[in-house]
């Protein structure tokens, strides 16, 4: 059974600081997908990283995927409260019938 | 373009009681999905569908049965609820080509559903 483990589960952070959520799962796969989901609503797409080595970046938020560690990143560079939402990765299998294998989330607290 | 819809967004049910919920998307998309949100436990994959005619079970099947017999809609459906299928279910879907973001889902409103 795959599984994908994100840490921290929650996380509040001061506005304009730095930090990392992490997201590992446990077989092989180079498709990893990040999500947003604020309070009550429904999930929004953040980035799609298809190869090792894969960087993205969209306004303070960086992603990153090495599938040799199994391991994908989201790096918030200096915090704003708008940021505050929960994170969830998620993982591709196509081996499977395109199945998703989704994380626990990070749920983030930006304080002002 | 309305992109996912879901219908309905609340629901109430007794235990025992069935219901359909219907997903919708407008995207022409080939895949579909039915997931369901747990407090703690992220989203769980309920079943899936590859195209028109054809769907699969997910990780979380039991209890759950759906049909794809329109490739714009997809149905989930409850024969006999139970309190432990209280949850938000959410529907996704994803085309197979079309543009760098062609391989991401896109999510459906939700449903909140609650079993007596």
């Known amino acids: 059974e795959l599984k994908v483990e994100q840490n921290p589960l929650f996380l509040s952070m001061q506005e304009g600081k730095n930090y990392t959520i992490y997201c590992n799962y446990s077989t092989t796969s180079d498709r990893l997908y990040w999500y947003r989901q604020d309070p009550g609503k429904s999930l929004e797409s953040l980035f799609v990283l298809l190869s090792n080595g894969a960087v993205k970046q969209e306004g303070r938020l960086m992603a990153s995927l090495d599938t040799k560690a199994r391991l994908s990143t989201l790096h918030i560079t200096a915090a704003v409260h708008d940021l505050s939402a929960t994170y969830f990765c998620?993982?591709?299998?196509?081996?499977?019938?395109?199945?998703?294998?989704f994380g626990t989330g990070t749920s983030l607290t930006v304080i002002p | 373009n309305a992109g996912v819809t879901q219908t309905p967004k609340f629901r109430v049910l007794k235990t025992g009681q069935s219901m359909t919920l219907l997903c919708a998307q407008d995207?022409?998309?080939?895949?579909m999905y039915w997931y369901r949100q747990d407090p703690g436990m992220g989203l769980r994959l309920i079943h899936y569908s590859v195209g028109e005619g054809t769907t699969a079970k997910g990780e979380v099947p039991d209890g759950y049965n759906v049909s794809r017999l329109k490739k714009q809609n997809f149905l989930l459906g409850l024969e006999s609820a139970a309190p432990s299928q209280t949850s938000v279910y959410f529907c996704?879907?994803?085309?197979?080509?079309?543009?760098?973001?062609?391989?991401?889902?896109?999510f459906g409103p939700g449903t909140r559903l609650t079993v007596l």
């Open positions: 996704a879907s994803r085309g197979r080509t079309g543009g760098p973001r062609r391989d991401t889902q896109y």
């Open positions: 995207m022409n998309h080939e895949y």
């Open positions: 998620a993982v591709g299998l196509s081996n499977t019938g395109n199945q998703f294998y």
